[in-house]
């Protein structure tokens, strides 16, 4: 059975930092591309953040392009999420998602930028 566990959200004034993890089990982590998604009030989820399953190659949205940076440990099955220079915008719940199976997703982790 697929699980995810996102953890690491938390409250943090504008231009702080935070590391979300997301613990994966269920199948073979290390031959799967994982992504991290994002959903803020009212809106629809966003993919923000890929990695593929090597970990050479990321891929991440306009809107968080320079600012966030995606990794993976294969030997944990953890992926990351590190955010620098956080927005009140970035302000949203956040999941991650896996290539083996897109139907499952985790509770996600609430990431408020607030003063």
């Known amino acids: 059975q697929v699980q995810l566990v996102e953890s690491g959200g938390g409250l943090v004034q504008p231009g702080g930092s935070l590391r979300l993890s997301c613990a994966a089990s269920?199948?073979?982590?290390?031959?799967?591309?994982m992504r991290w998604y994002r959903q803020a009030p009212g809106k629809e989820r966003e993919l923000i953040a890929s990695?593929?399953?090597?970990?050479?190659?990321?891929n991440y949205a306009e809107s968080v392009k320079g600012r966030f940076t995606i990794s993976r440990d294969n030997v944990k099955n953890t992926v990351y999420l590190q955010m620098n220079s956080l927005k009140p915008e970035d302000t949203a719940v956040y999941y991650c998602?896996?290539?083996?199976?897109?139907?499952?997703w985790g509770q996600g982790t609430l990431v408020t930028v607030s003063s």
């Open positions: 990695i593929s399953s090597t970990g050479i190659s990321t």
């Open positions: 269920g199948f073979f982590f290390s031959n799967y591309g």
């Open positions: 998602n896996s290539n083996y199976d897109n139907r499952y």
